[in-house]
């Protein structure tokens, strides 16, 4: 077997060539992400596939795989290299090729194979690369599973064994297109922008939507991992925007946003509006507990309040639960507590029967707010938004924070908050109505409007989202004394995004 991996290795080196280059903290809450070559290299990407055998093995499981790969220039390379991996420790591994996350999560089903491993940056900036992995479906790994593949693969505890197999997967593309738009039909003729980035969604979205029997504008549907205008990213306003300057130049009913790995979906109505996915969800959930009563959802704790004061949730009987934002949290939560659909703030949505199998799917997400128009023939989208009662949202903004730092950081800012609201103190001058602390620090105060300061799981960075039911300036308000406190830490650089 391979060397155990090391972390001083400086590329055009003979060592580089011959031992694994794996960084630490590439091992995230639940999925594993790192800068090609600079934090790992093709050694280091053949170790994890071996770690994820040995794994697969420890764990029982019968030892055959899924295998894809997102649209990067680099990510055959490193698919070929955990293939290699996952073949030494006697794992059969099932290449489907070029895939989205979800058409990964579907040949689970489709080909009765319980593990998966996809290679994918998701909306990351070119030059990272990753692996989204499963043992059990539709749930991917959380953080004991993390935990050990990152101590296995460390220490290269990787075991050799026989049995290791290869095989190609032809025409997964057209078995998941198919499956997903075989009871699909609409009444309501509706035209639709999708856009895609010019990531992998290109190569699946916009026939997948036509084929339902909507009218289709690819927008950026073209598949350039130089990704030349933005990355394939729903929640970064440059995509947001160009999907506004589409919907108004073709006058289409709603344009669908697509990140670089399809599992998320963003939304803009038909005025041009952005509509942030935790506001998509509420509508969604308003759709879907008039045909379900006492619906049970899940949310994550970046996302608006409007699912537990929304007045139409309230009729219905439904619940909604706040949980831990990242995608394998909302996932397996969504399944323990029998949730109809789990909502996440980034647009991943969780669809369990009878909409979906319960893993994120953005083109599974899109069909139900397309259907969501199809049941409101009379309304547009943005009426459908219009009915909530209002709220001031900002977009989830991120300032830097090392890796090694970022988890330990945020402890003493929730150790902060928390002293702050034991001694009585206000937050834009009112008093704490609730603290949450499931994931980051979450504080409301007595008007309902709330900061959320969490740690990234994926990236160097800390997460901030502030929202308020009263009015934009008490939202405002709300950023600044986050900014505040943020200012009070030197180990917390420039954010990526204000208000």
């Known amino acids: 077997m391979l060397p155990t991996p090391r972390t001083d290795l400086e590329p055009n080196t003979l060592e580089y060539e011959i031992i694994p280059k794996v960084k630490p903290t590439g091992f995230r809450e639940y999925d594993a992400r790192w800068l090609f070559e600079k934090e790992i290299n093709l050694l280091g990407i053949q170790a994890l596939g071996a770690g994820l055998g040995t794994l697969i093995h420890e764990l029982g499981k019968e030892p055959r795989i899924v295998v894809g790969h997102d649209f990067r220039s680099y990510s055959v390379s490193i698919k070929q290299a955990l293939t290699v991996g996952l073949m030494s420790a006697g794992i059969e591994v099932n290449d489907i090729g070029l895939a989205l996350s979800p058409v990964a999560y579907f040949a689970q089903f489709d080909l ?70 075989k009871d699909v039909t609409f009444t309501r003729k509706m035209k639709v922008i999708a856009a895609c980035g010019n990531g992998t969604a290109g190569a699946f979205a916009p026939e997948a939507l036509a084929r339902m029997g909507v009218e289709v504008i690819p927008m950026d549907a073209e598949l350039d991992h130089s990704f030349p205008k933005y990355n394939p990213n729903p929640e970064d306003m440059k995509m947001l925007h160009a999907m506004v300057d589409a919907v108004k130049e073709h006058g289409a009913d709603i344009a669908l946003g697509f990140d ?102 953005g083109l599974v997400a899109a069909i139900a707010l397309l259907k969501m128009l199809d049941r409101n023939p009379d309304k547009t989208m943005a009426q459908l938004r219009a009915d909530l009662p209002k709220t001031w949202q900002s977009p989830t903004m991120s300032p830097h924070c090392d890796d090694e730092k970022k988890y330990e950081v945020l402890d003493r800012i929730v150790a902060q908050v928390q002293k702050h609201s034991d001694g009585g103190g206000t937050f834009i001058g009112q008093k704490l109505r609730d603290l949450n602390t499931v994931n980051g620090v979450r504080f409301t ?55």
Request: aromatic share 10%.
């Open 260 to 361: 670089g790995d399809g599992d998320r979906c963003g939304v803009v109505d038909n005025e041009g509006n952005e509509i942030f996915a935790d506001v998509i969800g509420v509508m969604l959930a308003r759709d879907l507990s008039a045909l379900h009563k006492n619906a049970v959802f899940v949310a994550d704790v970046k996302s608006t309040g409007l699912y537990m004061t929304d007045p139409v949730l309230q009729a219905n009987g439904a619940t909604t639960k706040y949980w831990k934002t990242g995608h394998s949290y909302i996932k397996r939560y969504s399944n323990e507590i029998g949730a109809l659909a789990g909502f996440e703030k980034s647009g991943h949505f969780f669809f369990r029967e009878p909409y979906g199998r319960g893993y994120d799917d």
């Open 112 to 181: 009765d194979i319980p593990c998966v491993a996809m290679v994918t940056a998701s909306h990351n900036d070119n030059g990272w690369t990753g692996v989204k992995m499963g043992v059990e479906a539709p749930l991917t790994f959380g953080p004991e599973e993390m935990g050990r593949l990152k101590e296995i693969v460390l220490n290269g505890a990787y075991k050799s064994r026989a049995g290791g197999a290869y095989k190609y997967v032809e025409g997964m593309r057209e078995r998941y297109i198919a499956d997903l738009v």
């Open 445 to 499: 105060v007595e008007d309902g409007t709330w900061g959320l300061i969490r740690a990234s799981s994926n990236k160097p960075e800390l997460v901030v989202v502030v929202e308020s039911p009263t009015s934009e300036e008490n939202r405002n308000e709300m950023f600044r004394e986050i900014e505040a406190i943020l200012a009070g830490y030197p180990e917390v650089g420039e954010f990526n995004q204000k208000l």
